[in-house]
Each structure stands twice: as structure tokens, then as C-alpha cells.
């Protein structure tokens, strides 16, 4: 008699996910997880006393897009979402507008601002709602090798397709520019189009822009107390269920017999068998934790990419003030801080020569504006992610150069909001390398593998393991970000992998 129906490695939302629904379908489920805490990348520890600091992901957008949170009930496991809204601000430093979850006030705001661009606004999310909504639909359901077509062909949806099919095969940054005449408007949409990773330069990239309608559709929100919220009251719904989540928990081998998963063994030796293993962990980790004959080239042959992003977060102990500040709609969104394109470019250019940008644009988050538990009254926690970063250096190493590259992104933010700097009581900087070796992202990609087209949808991580199973282990499983749909804070993969596994093991549908 094995010792659970299904062991899950790893504690990422996306595992804890797939524990929850089959915890509820009725089968037995051990997680373990390596760190001291559950979440990975959606989690949340008081570092700072009186501070709560996200360690991952903050905005949750991705998952408002999917039924998990209702079908697992987590409002009752605790689970409460505040609305961010305005969801974005953007701002070039000297003049401000706002995105709200709001399409006309949005639009009706712009075109004050800016003549000509409201309108162009409006006319963006006619033409790619549709299209927008079915990319929502292909991201909660397991990858067909026809998914590709079908996305294209929902371009065409009540429109011209073959208008609007040449738009998908190109960079974002070009499509950006067909409707958007007013840089300040277009360089803070590009800059949020290029937080999956590829450059506004990139062919066949421009999806990432072309799904912005969806934040008018399931909004901008954070759990109260911090990201990780939502991983704690996902434990809560597994240990509900009868399922049981162990920490300092790292899986070291798992156990295969036969072409079939056994079990897995800890680092401190300790050997827990199932009759299921689900891997959500990075897809390298789970080809290092599997004997070698049980490897495919494809597995070790997935593009990691050299990192991207990294954050400087802060406590401070005042409010954020910008230069151009609405009270309070400046703080509640995130900050969409660009000087131009060219300033994202110039990042990338540095990037590609293996140096950290000196000049970053920024994404600016101070929760603590909807969230008056994550900081004590009166100041804030702010966020400063910036793009972009090399994990691999071309000289130096993230030990010689983090304080350079910390430094530049607080010179960046002054330019928004001067004084920041006076403020810092506490911070936490994380590099690529800090984020490969706290996180377990190799590489420092907080997608785990590169979002490029050619590993998206049924090429993710690689074809013949896009169906959630991993080819040639019978009973062995695999979620999380370096499966469809990708990364970030959504739970899609999780659940499509759910439902696989406890088809496979219940023989009926899983809800
Ligand atoms: C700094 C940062 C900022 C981000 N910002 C956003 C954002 O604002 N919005 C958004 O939508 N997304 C954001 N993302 C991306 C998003 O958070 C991640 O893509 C997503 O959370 C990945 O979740 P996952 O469950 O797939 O995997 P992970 O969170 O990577 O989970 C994998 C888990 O496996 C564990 N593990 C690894 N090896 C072992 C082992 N041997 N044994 C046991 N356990 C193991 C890890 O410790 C980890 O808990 C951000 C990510 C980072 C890092």
C-alpha cells in the first residue's frame, strides 16, 4: 500500500493547485516542498518588522481569468481579494495618466490628456477583445497541436482576418505603434507587453500586447496580507481535503521502477511512495531529480534564456510621493515608469552585451495603498521590478555588482518620486542569481523557461511532454510555469494538469 495517491513536489501555486483539486477529488496527497514556506514565487514573509515583502509575483491578473479560486472555494480557506484600481499608472515623470479597470473612463481620461489617443485606445480594445478573450480560453484548457491556428484564426473574429493575422506575426512594439501616434501613451504599453520576457522587437511577440483588453475584463487584485495569500489559503483547502504539505521538504530523487514513478526520496533520506508524482518544480529540477535513462534530450534541450528581471523592495517609512502625484490613485496601480522606448531598448541593448541596465524603466508597486496590513500607517512597501538583467555577466559577477545595479534602480524611481531614498528603513534585492538560488529559478527566469513562441502552447516545455505527463515515466506528472500556459500568477497549468491526473487515477471527471 503506497503512502498517498499522489505526491506533489513543490509548493509553487501552480502545484498547490493541482494538490487542491485532487485533495478534492477524494485522493490522498503529500506535498513537499523545499523552502521553508509554501508559495515559490507567490509568497510572502514579514522581512522587515511590521513590513510584509513579497518574494514573487504581486499582481494577481492572470488567475482572475480562471474558475480556480471559486472551484476551490478559497474565499473560504481565507483567501480575500482587494481590487486594485486604478489597476495601472503610467507616466513618463511629468505627465500622468491612468489605466482603471474602467475601459471608457480609461478612454474618456486619455483623450484629455492626449487628443486622438482616447479614441485610439478605444478602437485597440474593439479590435483585440475578441481575440483577447479566446488566448483566455486556450490558456485553461491542456495544449492541441491546433491551438496555434485557433488563436489566429479568433483574430479574425467579427473582423477581418486577414487584417489583423499580419498584426499577431509581429513584434508588439510595431503594433503598439500602428494605433498608438503619442509615445507617452504607447512606451508605458509596450513596457508592460515586455514583462513576459521577449522585446518589443521580437516576431511573432505581439500576443503579449494584444491580450491587454483582459485587464479590463478580470481586473488587477492582491490578496489581503500579501501575494502569498493565495498559496496559504491553497494549503489550507489541501489540508481540508485530507491532504498533508510538508516544508524543509526537498525532494532529492524520484523514485522510478520499470518506466514507472514509485515514489520520491528526501535529501535527509527519507522515501514516501505513491501512485502518483506530480513535479512543480522548474522542468530542469524535475530532468535532475529523475535517473538519467529516464532524461530526453528535449528535457535538457529547453531555452532558459539568461535571466531578466530583478526588484529592489523596499520598506519605507513615509508614503511614496511622485513628482506629478494624485493622491491616492498614484500608489494603488502599478507603476507603469518610462521615459521612452528607447530608454527599454537601450536596457535590452545592455542586456544583450551581458551588462545590467544602467537606466531601467520600472514597474512601481506600493500595495500598501489598498493593503494597510502590509506596512504600519502611514508608510508603504514599495516594489521597483526592472528589466532588464542578465543572469550571466560579461564582466563581474552579481556579488561585485548588486550594489551598482541596486543603486540604479533607486536613481531611476528619484526621477518619478524624489526623496525615496531617505526613507528606506529595510530592503531586500534580488538579483537573477538571488532569485535562481532562494526561488529555485534557474537562471533567474521568473517564467522558468523562455516565453517565445516556440515554447508556448503545445511546445511547452517541449511537444511530447505538453500534455501535463512526462513521456516515458508512467504515473509521473508535471506543472507549473514551465508548462502551458507559462508563467505567471494564474493556476491555469495547474488546474489543466489536475485534470489529467485524476482522470487518469479516478477514472471520472475531476469536479
Ligand atoms: C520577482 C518576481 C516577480 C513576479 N511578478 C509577477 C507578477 O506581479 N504577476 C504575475 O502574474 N507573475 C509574476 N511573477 C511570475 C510568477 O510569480 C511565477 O511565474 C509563478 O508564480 C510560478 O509559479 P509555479 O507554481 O509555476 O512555480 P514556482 O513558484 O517556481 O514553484 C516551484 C516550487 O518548487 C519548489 N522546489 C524546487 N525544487 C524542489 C525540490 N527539489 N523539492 C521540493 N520542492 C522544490 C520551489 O521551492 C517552489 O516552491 C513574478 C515572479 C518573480 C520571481
Redesign the pocket.
Known amino acids: 500500500m503506497p503512502d498517498f495517491d499522489v505526491i506533489v513536489?513543490?509548493?509553487?501555486?501552480?502545484?498547490l493547485v493541482t494538490a487542491a483539486y485532487a485533495a478534492k477529488a477524494g485522493l490522498k496527497v503529500g506535498v513537499?516542498?523545499?523552502?521553508h514556506m509554501?508559495?515559490?514565487?507567490?509568497s510572502t514573509e514579514e522581512l522587515v518588522p511590521g513590513y510584509q515583502f513579497d518574494?514573487?509575483?504581486?499582481?494577481?491578473?492572470?488567475i482572475r481569468l480562471t474558475p480556480v479560486v471559486r472551484e476551490l472555494e478559497l474565499t473560504r480557506h481565507g483567501l480575500h481579494y482587494l481590487e486594485v484600481d486604478p489597476m495601472f499608472h503610467a507616466s513618463d515623470g511629468e505627465t500622468p495618466w491612468f489605466i482603471h479597470r474602467d475601459a471608457d473612463r480609461t478612454a474618456r481620461e486619455l483623450e484629455a490628456i492626449f487628443p486622438g489617443q482616447g479614441e485610439a485606445y478605444r478602437r485597440f480594445l474593439d479590435d483585440w477583445t475578441p481575440f483577447a478573450r479566446s488566448v483566455a480560453d486556450l490558456f485553461n484548457s491542456a495544449p492541441g497541436p491546433l491551438d496555434m491556428g485557433k488563436m489566429v484564426m479568433s483574430s479574425g473574429r467579427g473582423r477581418d482576418w486577414m487584417e489583423q493575422l499580419p498584426r499577431i506575426l509581429r513584434p508588439y512594439g510595431d503594433v503598439a505603434k500602428e494605433y498608438f501616434s503619442e509615445e507617452r501613451v504607447r512606451a508605458p504599453l509596450v513596457w508592460m507587453a515586455a514583462q513576459s520576457g521577449p522585446p518589443p522587437s521580437d516576431p511573432l511577440s505581439a500576443p503579449f500586447l494584444l491580450w491587454h483588453p483582459l485587464y479590463h475584463e478580470g481586473g488587477v487584485a492582491r490578496p489581503k496580507g500579501g501575494s502569498g495569500g493565495l498559496t496559504k489559503a491553497l494549503k489550507r483547502a489541501i489540508e481540508a481535503d485530507g491532504g498533508q504539505v510538508f516544508v524543509n521538504?526537498?525532494?532529492?530523487d524520484i523514485l522510478v521502477k520499470d518506466g514507472k514513478a514509485q515514489g520520491v526520496r528526501l535529501e535527509g533520506g527519507e522515501v514516501y511512495t505513491a501512485r502518483a508524482v506530480v513535479s512543480?518544480?522548474?522542468v530542469l529540477?524535475t530532468a535532475g531529480?529523475l535517473p538519467d535513462e529516464y532524461v530526453p534530450a528535449s528535457a535538457r534541450q529547453v531555452r532558459v534564456g539568461n535571466g531578466f528581471?530583478m526588484?529592489l523592495r523596499l520598506a519605507l517609512d513615509g508614503q511614496v510621493q511622485y513628482r506629478q502625484h494624485t493622491e491616492p490613485d498614484s500608489r494603488t496601480g502599478l507603476g507603469l515608469l518610462i521615459k521612452s522606448e528607447q530608454q527599454l531598448m537601450k536596457g535590452y541593448g545592455e542586456y544583450l552585451a551581458g551588462q545590467p541596465t544602467s537606466d531601467p524603466p520600472l514597474i512601481a508597486m506600493s500595495f500598501s495603498a489598498v493593503d494597510d496590513s502590509l506596512a504600519p500607517p502611514g508608510s508603504d512597501v514599495l516594489w521597483l521590478?526592472a528589466q532588464y538583467y542578465p543572469y550571466e555577466l560579461a564582466s563581474g559577477t552579481w556579488e561585485t555588482r548588486v550594489n551598482e545595479a541596486r543603486d540604479n534602480i533607486l536613481n531611476a524611481f528619484e526621477h518619478y518620486a524624489p526623496g525615496t531614498r531617505d526613507r528606506i528603513v529595510g530592503e531586500l534585492v534580488?538579483t537573477p542569481q538571488w532569485?535562481e538560488t532562494n526561488?529555485?529559478?534557474h537562471r533567474g527566469n521568473?517564467?522558468?523557461l523562455e516565453m517565445s513562441f516556440d515554447q508556448m502552447f503545445s511546445f511547452r516545455p517541449w511537444m511530447k511532454a505538453s500534455g501535463y505527463r512526462w513521456p516515458g515515466v508512467g504515473g509521473l506528472y508535471l506543472?507549473?510555469?514551465?508548462t502551458h500556459p507559462g508563467?505567471?500568477?494564474?493556476g491555469a497549468?495547474?488546474r489543466n494538469a489536475a485534470s489529467v491526473l485524476v482522470r487518469d487515477l479516478t477514472r471520472r471527471r475531476w469536479r
Open positions: 513536489m513543490g509548493a509553487g501555486h501552480n502545484a513537499f516542498e523545499r523552502r509554501v508559495g515559490g514565487a507567490v518574494y514573487g509575483g504581486s499582481a494577481h491578473i492572470l521538504a526537498p525532494v532529492k512543480g518544480a522548474h529540477t531529480a528581471g526588484v521590478w534580488q532569485l526561488l529555485g529559478l521568473v517564467m522558468h506543472t507549473g510555469a514551465s508563467g505567471g500568477i494564474m497549468s495547474g
